[in-house]
C-alpha cells in the first residue's frame, strides 16, 4: 500500500542522514580504512542501494536548518538530534548544498567522498575542495549552498518585521481590551505564535535579532513577544514540532499577562523599585494564573499557559517567587521561558534592576546561574542559540573598526555578521553589513573580533542599525 | 499525452466532488472502516490520476465558488454542504495539492475539515481551520490564507510609529566617538570568557526523558498551582476567583469524565479546611466548593458519567460522594428518576443510602416526587437508613397512588416498626387491593410483636377473610406461624379442627392452611391431630396435612 511505502520511505530517509553523519564523525576520528568507518560504510551502503534502485537517485539537500531527501522535507526527533545538527554545521562549513547520490553505490566511491569531505573541512575554500575531491566520482555529485539574493533578503526583512510588530500590535490590542473587561479573541494569538514559529523556521537569525532592540516605548508587550520568539527558537533546537512550538509561543506570549494588573507607575518606574512595589511586581505570577483563566478557560494550551505563568519565576532551585509548598517539578515550558525572560530583561532597559546588561554580560551571569536558577542543559541550548557574540554586541575589530553583530553565525560562532557604525579612519557609518567569516586570498580572515564593549554605556540606538 | 483543456476541468469537477463526497464519509465512518478506507483510496487515486498529467492542483477559493485555471468549477450559492464558504470563512483563498501527495496527507486533510464542521457550535474554540492545517505541516498541500482579520482590533500604524519612535531616538555621536575612543584603548584580542560548549550526549538523554515525561497530563499540576494561588490570596476577591476556578476545575473534568481529578482536588480542599492554620475567611471560601459539587449541575455531570459505557468503579464513587453534603440529597433524587443504566441508579441509590443519613428530613421530602419510580426507590433507600424517624413520613405515603409504592412503604414499615406503623398496617389489611393486603400482612409478620400477632389473628379469623384467595390465605398462615407459640399452635389447632357445613369448600381451605402451618410451627405435639387428616377425602386437606406430618417427623 502506497502509505506505508510512505512511511518506510520516510524512515530510511531519517536513517540516510543519520548514518551519514555517523559515518562522517567516525571518519573523523579513524582512517577512512579503519574497521569502525568501513563497518559503517557497509550498512550505509546497505540502506542507500535499495532506495537507489527504488528512486532511480537520492537527492540529499540542505535548505534553511532542513534535511530533504528527494524533495520531502526530513522532520526528526531528539534522538536525531546531535547527528542531524553535526551534518548540518559541517554541510554548511563547507558550502554544500546538496549531495545527489545515483547509480550503483560501491565502498570505494563512498570512501573517496569520505576523504574529500573530510580533507575540504581543512580548506580555506572548502566547496571547491570537495568538488575536486570527488570529481572522478559518477555516483556522488555535489551542489554548492544556494545565497540568499540581496533583494530577496530585503523582503524577508520586511515580512520579519511585520510578523513582530504585529505581534507586538496584537499583544497592546490584548491589554487594552482585557482592561475595558472587553472580550478577547484567542484564535488570533495562535495565529500569530504560528506566523512567529514559520518565520523562525525560515529565518531564524532575523527575528532573533528582532528582540535584541530594546529601546521602544512600550517595554511590557515587546519583551512579551521577545520572550515568545526566543523561546520558540530555544523549542526549535531541542526538536520540538510545529505544533509544540505554537504551544510554548503561546505560553511564552502571555508569560506576563498578569502584569495587566500590575500599576502602571510601578511598571514604569524610572527608578529603583522599592520593597513595597517589589512586592507588588511580585505578585504578578499568581494574577497571570487568574488573567490567564478568565480569557480562555482550559484547553489544553491555557492549561500550560497557566503553568508557565506562574512558574517562570520560580527558578531551578525554587529560590524564586512565589514561594511554593508541596511543589512537583517545574514545567519544561517554564524553564525555557524562564531562560529566555532573563536573557530578554537583562538585556533590556527599565526592568527591575534597571541597568541594561550588553548580551555577553548577561550571558556570563546566566552561566553563573546554571543549575541555580536555570536548568543547565537548557541554558547550553541556549547559548549554543544565542552564541557568543549575541545580535546587537557591540564589537571593536582588529581593522580598528566598531561595529554591531548583526547575524550570528552557527558555525563558527566567533564569526558573525557585523555592521560596521565607525570605520578605521573614525567616520561614522551605517553599514556595510560584512561577515567576519570572510577570508583574502591568503587565508587569513579579514576582521576578526578583539573586543566588545556595552552598547547601553554609550547610547548606541541599535534599532538605528538593526531594524 | 496531455488531457485537453475542457478534460482538465471536467476531471476537476469530479474530483471536487469526489472530495466534498469523501469528507461527508469520512464524518460518518470510523477510521479503518471499510468505506472510509475505500472512500480514502478512491479520492487519492482520482488525485493521482490528475497528476498523472499536471504537477499540482491550484483552488482559488470564492464564498461560493472554486476556480480552477479561470474555470469556475464549484458554485453553491447556499450556506448548507457549501465546501467553498466553509473554506472561505477561515480565510483560505487558495489550495495547492502537488503532485507528490501522500495517501496520509490527504486523509489529515479531510479529517481536518471534517473536524471543523463539528465544531460549528463551538464559538470560543481556539482552533480554526488554518490552525489546524497549520499543525499538520503538509508537504504537499499548501494555501494561501488571508491574514486581514489578524488586523481587525490592531493598530495597523503600530510598526510605523514603534520604528520612528526608537530610530528617532538616534545615537549620540559623542557617544559613538566615545565607544570607538574606548575600543581602541588595549586593542588586544581578549579570549572571550564565554565558550560555547555543546550539551553532552547524556545531558541530551536526560532532556529527551524529561521531554517524555513533559508530554503527561497537566491537569494535576494546574490543579496544585490553583491551591497555591489559594494560599497567596490576598482578600476577599481573590479567594473568590480562586473558588470560581476550582469550580470550573470540577466541572470541566466532570465535563471530560475526569472524576480523579475532581476527587484529587476535593482531597485538597479537605486538607486546607482541616489545617489549624487556615484562617476562617479562607475556610469560609473553600466550603463553597464543596457546596457546589453537591449542586444539580455538578450531579447532572456525574449523572452523565455513571449512565457512560465506562461508568464508574465504586471505590472511586465512594470517594468522591463521601465529599457529598446533604445539600446533594435534592439533585441526587432528581438524577435518579433520568438515569438510564440499572448500574448508575443503583450508584446513585447507595450514594443517597450514605448522605441521606445526613438529612433524614430533606430525603424523606423527596417522597414528594412526581415520579412513582423515584418515591419507590426513596422509600427503599429510607428502609436500607433504617431510621425509625422516617416512619412518619413513611405513613403520609402509605395513601400514594401507584400500588408499587405503597407496597414498598409497607414493606419499610414493617421492617422499622416505628410507632403508629402497627395500627396503619392493620388498617392495610382490610384493603381492597390483594397484593397491598399480602403485603400488610408480611410487614406485620416482619414486626413480630404479640400485638402484631394479635392483630394478624384477628384479621384471620374474620368472615371476610374466609372469602379470600388460597394463597392469600396461605400466606397470611405462614406469616402467623412465624411466632411458634402456643397461642398460635392453640389457633391454627382450632382452626383445623373446625367443622362447618356451610360453605365446606372454604372451610377446608382454611383447615389446609392451618395443618401446612402446624407444620411450619414444629411442634411435634400437634402429629396425633394431623394424622386425623392424613386420609381425609378432600385432596387439599390430605396432602397438605401429609407434607406437615413428614416436616415435623423429620425434624425440618
Not at chain 1, 547520490?101 to 569531505?117: E, G, H, I, S, Y
Not at chain 1, 512567529?196 to 511590557?220: F, H, N, P, S, W
Not at chain 2, 486581514?148 to 503600530?158: A, K, P, R, S, V
Not at chain 2, 484529587?264 to 479562607?282: H, M, Q, R, V
Request: hydrophobic residues 40%; negative net charge.
Amino acid at each position: 500500500m502506497a502509505v506505508k511505502e510512505d512511511r518506510e520511505l520516510i524512515s530510511s530517509a531519517k536513517d540516510i542522514i543519520n548514518q551519514l553523519s555517523i559515518i562522517l564523525r567516525t571518519a573523523n576520528i579513524h582512517s577512512p580504512s579503519n574497521i569502525a568507518v568501513t563497518t559503517a560504510i557497509e550498512k550505509y551502503i546497505a540502506l542507500l542501494n535499495p532506495l537507489i534502485k527504488s528512486e532511480r537517485s537520492i537527492l540529499l539537500e540542505l535548505i534553511g536548518e532542513f534535511f530533504y531527501i528527494n524533495g520531502m522535507r526530513i522532520r526528526y526527533s531528539l534522538d536525531y538530534l546531535i547527528n542531524f545538527n553535526f551534518l548540518v554545521r559541517e554541510f554548511k562549513k563547507r558550502e554544500i548544498g546538496s549531495v545527489i547520490f545515483k547509480d550503483f553505490m560501491n565502498p570505494v566511491d563512498l570512501q573517496t567522498f569520505l576523504k574529500a569531505f573530510i580533507e575540504s573541512g581543512f580548506s580555506d575554500t572548502p566547496y571547491d575542495t570537495m568538488s575536486e575531491g570527488i570529481d572522478a566520482l559518477s555516483s556522488i555529485k555535489i551542489d554548492r549552498l544556494k545565497k540568499i539574493k540581496e533583494d530577496e533578503d530585503v523582503d524577508t526583512r520586511k515580512i520579519v518585521k511585520k510578523t513582530y510588530f504585529t505581534a507586538v500590535a496584537y499583544i497592546q490590542g490584548l491589554f487594552s481590551k482585557i482592561e475595558a473587561g472587553e472580550r478577547v479573541n484567542i484564535k488570533k494569538s495562535k495565529r500569530i505564535v504560528e506566523a512567529m514559529v514559520d518565520r523562525l523556521l525560515e529565518e531564524e537569525q532575523l527575528l532573533i535579532g528582532m528582540t535584541a532592540i530594546k529601546d521602544y516605548d512600550e517595554y511590557t508587550y515587546h519583551h512579551m513577544v521577545n520572550v515568545s520568539i526566543l523561546s520558540i527558537a530555544l523549542g526549535q533546537r531541542l526538536g520540538l514540532n510545529k505544533k509544540l512550538l505554537a504551544v510554548l509561543g503561546i505560553t511564552a506570549l502571555f508569560h506576563d499577562i498578569g502584569k495587566i494588573r500590575t500599576p502602571y507607575e510601578i511598571l514604569n518606574k524610572p527608578g529603583d523599585l522599592t520593597d513595597d512595589e517589589w512586592k507588588i511586581m511580585k505578585r504578578h505570577p499568581v494574577w497571570g494564573v487568574r488573567a490567564i483563566l478568565k480569557l480562555r478557560g482550559f484547553d489544553s494550551t491555557a492549561i500550560r499557559s497557566v503553568i508557565v505563568s506562574f512558574e517562570h519565576h520560580i527558578h531551578n532551585d525554587f529560590s524564586g517567587y512565589p514561594r511554593v509548598s508541596n511543589y512537583m517539578d517545574l514545567d519544561l515550558y517554564s524553564k525555557i521561558v524562564c531562560i529566555a525572560d532573563q536573557y530578554d530583561a537583562m538585556t533590556s532597559s527599565r526592568v527591575y534592576s534597571r541597568i541594561p546588561m550588553p548580551p555577553d554580560k548577561a550571558i556570563s551571569i546566566m552561566m553563573e546561574r546554571s543549575g541555580i536558577q536555570l536548568d543547565p542543559v537548557l541554558l547550553k541550548f541556549f547559548i549554543n542559540m544565542i552564541g557568543v557574540f549575541p545580535i546587537g554586541t557591540l564589537v571593536m575589530l582588529d581593522t580598528k573598526e566598531l561595529g554591531l553583530v548583526f547575524e550570528s553565525n552557527e558555525v563558527m560562532g566567533d564569526r558573525p555578521k557585523v555592521v560596521i557604525v565607525i570605520d578605521s579612519n573614525g567616520n561614522r557609518l551605517k553599514g556595510p553589513v560584512v561577515s567576519l567569516a570572510q577570508k583574502d586570498e591568503t587565508g587569513r580572515y579579514l576582521r576578526s573580533i578583539v573586543k566588545t564593549l556595552d552598547p547601553n554605556k554609550y547610547n548606541i540606538n541599535l534599532a538605528e542599525y538593526l531594524l | 499525452m496531455e488531457l485537453t483543456e475542457d478534460k482538465d476541468i471536467k476531471v476537476v469537477k469530479e474530483l471536487l466532488q469526489k472530495l466534498i463526497k469523501a469528507k461527508k464519509t469520512l464524518r460518518m465512518y470510523p477510521q479503518g472502516n471499510p468505506i472510509y478506507v475505500k472512500t480514502l483510496e478512491d479520492l487519492y487515486t482520482r488525485f493521482k490520476s490528475f497528476f498523472d498529467y499536471q504537477d499540482e492542483l491550484t483552488l482559488k477559493i470564492g464564498q461560493n465558488t472554486i476556480v480552477y485555471d479561470s474555470e469556475q468549477v464549484y458554485y453553491n450559492p447556499g450556506k448548507e454542504d457549501n465546501i467553498a464558504l466553509f473554506l472561505f470563512k477561515d480565510g483560505i483563498r487558495e489550495i495547492t495539492f502537488k503532485k507528490e501527495l501522500l495517501q496520509e496527507e490527504l486523509e489529515e486533510f479531510l479529517k481536518v475539515i471534517v473536524v471543523d464542521f463539528d465544531r460549528e457550535m463551538d464559538e470560543m474554540s481556539e482552533d480554526d481551520m488554518v490552525t489546524l492545517l497549520w499543525e499538520k505541516d503538509f508537504q504537499n498541500i499548501q494555501y494561501v490564507v488571508d491574514e486581514t482579520f489578524l488586523m481587525d482590533e490592531i493598530d495597523e500604524d503600530y510598526e510605523r510609529k514603534a520604528v520612528t519612535s526608537v530610530k528617532g531616538r538616534g545615537t549620540d555621536v559623542e557617544s559613538l566617538q566615545r565607544a570607538y575612543a574606548d575600543g581602541l584603548e588595549g586593542m588586544v584580542k581578549d579570549e572571550k570568557k564565554v565558550s560555547i560548549m555543546p550539551p553532552a550526549f547524556e545531558e541530551i538523554q536526560m532532556l529527551g526523558s524529561e521531554m517524555e515525561k513533559d508530554s503527561s497530563d497537566k491537569m494535576e499540576k494546574l490543579i496544585t498551582i490553583l491551591f497555591e494561588v489559594f494560599s497567596h490570596a490576598e482578600g476577599e476577591d481573590d479567594l473568590e476567583d480562586s473558588i470560581m476556578f476550582l469550580k470550573d476545575i470540577v466541572r470541566f473534568s466532570l465535563t471530560h469524565g475526569d472524576i480523579h481529578t475532581v476527587i484529587n482536588a476535593l482531597g485538597k480542599a479537605k486538607g486546607i479546611l482541616d489545617d489549624s492554620f487556615t484562617t476562617d475567611e479562607a475556610k469560609k471560601y473553600m466550603k463553597m466548593l464543596f457546596i457546589y459539587i453537591g449542586t444539580e449541575e455538578i450531579i447532572n455531570l456525574l449523572g452523565a458519567i455513571l449512565d457512560s459505557s465506562s461508568g464508574v468503579d465504586e471505590d472511586i464513587l465512594k470517594r468522591f460522594t463521601d465529599f457529598l453534603d446533604k445539600d446533594a440529597i435534592a439533585p441526587l433524587v432528581k438524577i435518579l428518576g433520568d438515569l438510564k443504566t440499572i448500574r448508575a441508579r443503583k450508584s446513585i441509590i447507595e450514594t443517597l443510602i450514605t448522605i441521606g443519613r445526613k438529612d433524614m428530613q430533606k430525603l424523606a421530602a423527596q417522597l414528594n416526587d412526581s415520579r412513582w419510580y423515584v418515591v419507590r426507590n426513596i422509600v427503599f433507600i429510607l428502609r436500607r437508613i433504617g431510621d425509625k424517624r422516617a416512619v412518619d413520613y413513611l405513613l403520609k405515603t402509605m395513601s400514594h397512588r401507584d400500588i408499587r409504592v405503597r407496597k414498598e412503604v409497607i414493606r419499610t414499615l414493617g421492617e422499622m416498626n416505628g410507632q403508629g406503623a402497627l395500627q396503619s398496617l392493620s388498617e392495610c389489611l382490610d384493603d381492597s387491593n390483594a397484593e397491598i393486603r399480602i403485603a400488610s400482612a408480611r410487614a406485620i409478620g416482619n414486626i413480630g410483636t404479640d400485638a402484631a400477632k394479635k392483630i394478624l389473628i384477628e384479621k384471620v379469623s374474620q368472615k371476610q377473610f374466609k372469602e379470600r384467595d388460597f394463597n392469600e390465605k396461605k400466606e397470611a398462615y405462614e406469616i402467623l406461624s412465624r411466632w411458634k407459640d402456643a397461642d398460635v399452635l392453640d389457633y391454627l389447632a382450632g382452626i383445623l379442627k373446625k367443622k362447618s357445613f356451610f360453605g365446606m369448600g372454604r372451610n377446608y381451605e382454611d383447615m389446609a392452611c392451618a395443618a401446612f402451618c402446624l407444620g411450619l410451627v414444629g411442634n411435634k405435639e400437634v402429629l396425633p391431630l394431623l394424622y386425623k387428616f392424613s386420609d381425609v377425602n378432600n385432596k387439599l386437606l390430605r396432602e397438605v396435612s401429609q407434607i406437615a406430618i413428614k416436616r415435623l417427623e423429620l425434624g425440618r
